[in-house]
T-cell receptor, first 120, second 109 residues
């Protein structure tokens, strides 16, 4: 396993078009995250999956954004009717979870190389 | 939710100098990680350190969870250390990892 893989690496699209990004996590990881990063800022949380269940969504994720993780493996992030403000780097991360005495704890997260979206 | 603050925001060093980057967090954390983002945008894992001290070559990190801060030490800096360093933490109340705004480091030859 070579780590978290994201495709495509770059995407240029016209305003109003739909785009879809794919993330393949580390195979034994059950948790998957999507983040968005704009120039000069830290990554901002978008959504989180544990296996196939989407457990948390940020208010940043408008109705034009949808994410899926069928069968708890790869995940897709779709943006409908893209706007120029959607231009950003979209990052995917995965981590494992382990049970400890005080409950379930997340383990170290690893990030993919990101998909850089430019909306023109 | 948890808030993460990093300082300083920018740092310029002469090659060979040492530095300390700080990360403060507002609440108890389950996990804390330090990352280095390279010029191509890839986040490279440096340390997974919810508490205690770890060392890896010229880098080391210390998290004092009871006082809600973590420190990243870079010794004998090299030009290849340039980039943005992020601290990221998971609060105890949820699953999402929150990032600080980063420290932008430039090491001059």
């Amino acid at each position: 396993d070579t780590g978290v893989s994201q495709n495509p690496r770059h995407k240029i699209t016209k305003r109003g078009q739909n785009v879809t990004f794919r993330c393949d996590p580390i195979s034994e990881h059950n948790r998957l995250y999507w983040y968005r990063q704009t120039l000069g800022q830290g990554p901002e949380f978008l959504t989180y999956f544990q296996n196939e269940a989407q457990l948390e969504k940020s208010r940043l994720l408008s109705d034009r954004f949808s994410a899926e993780r069928p069968k708890g493996s790869f995940s897709t992030l779709e943006i409908q009717r893209t706007e120029q403000g959607d231009s950003a780097m979209y990052l995917c991360a995965s981590s494992g979870g382990i049970y400890r005495a005080r409950g379930f704890r997340d383990t170290e997260a690893f990030f993919g190389q990101g998909t850089r979206l430019t909306v023109v | 939710g948890i808030q993460v603050e990093q300082s300083p925001p920018d740092l310029i060093l002469q090659e060979g100098a040492n530095s300390t980057l700080r990360c403060n967090f507002s609440d108890s954390v389950n996990n804390l990680q330090w990352f280095h983002q390279n010029p191509w945008g890839q986040l490279i894992n440096l340390f997974y350190i919810p508490s205690g001290t770890k060392q890896n070559g010229r880098l080391s990190a210390t998290t004092v969870a009871t006082e809600r801060y973590s420190l990243l030490y870079i010794s004998s800096s090299q030009t290849t250390d340039s980039g943005v360093y992020f601290c990221a933490a998971d609060g105890t109340g949820g699953f999402k990892t929150i990032f600080g705004a980063g420290t932008r480091l430039f090491v001059k030859a």
